[in-house]
């Protein structure tokens, strides 16, 4: 658990336990903060396994902690792609991944409704709202049951 030449200070785990205290890191996050303090792989790895054991870091509570704080802007697509950026793997996205599509009707009327509030008049503003809700991750088939007023399920 060498700290860089130049670097002295608290240790890794010291420095992990105080990123993981002010909000959740996924593995992949967490490994990217220490490797500025410590050129042994090695040494971050058992830094994050014995924090995973402990249940300090945990890539599922980081999912869900995300899931919530991103879910009333973004859309399914968006925030599953962020968490895969993220090192987390379609398993242990799974639950999520039901629960965001199970309200993303809703949430896209949300989005849709501060920013627009009344329908498309013509093809062209149908089409610049749908740029919107895709920009921001809703499914093409949500987007147009809500763009065409349909609000079957």
Excluded: C
Excluded at 49 to 65: F, G, I, N, T, V
Excluded at 80 to 87: D, M, N, T, V, Y
């Amino acid at each position: 658990m060498q700290n860089k030449p130049g670097r002295p200070g608290p240790s890794l785990k010291a420095r992990a336990i105080a990123y993981l205290s002010r909000r959740e890191y996924s593995r992949l996050e967490l490994q990217q903060k220490l490797s500025a303090y410590s050129d042994d792989s090695d040494a971050i790895q058992a830094v994050l396994d014995a924090l995973e054991k402990d249940h300090w870091q945990s890539d599922q509570r980081y999912a869900q902690a995300y899931a919530h704080r991103t879910a009333a802007r973004q859309g399914t697509r968006r925030i599953l792609g962020a968490l895969r950026q993220q090192g987390l793997d379609d398993t242990q996205l799974a639950d999520i991944q039901d629960t965001l599509q199970a309200t993303e009707f809703s949430r896209a009327q949300d989005v849709w409704q501060k920013k627009f509030a009344a329908p498309p008049l013509d093809a062209r503003d149908y089409a610049r709202q749908y740029r919107f809700l895709a920009g921001r991750g809703f499914s093409g088939d949500v987007i147009s049951r809500l763009l065409s007023g349909r609000s079957d399920h």
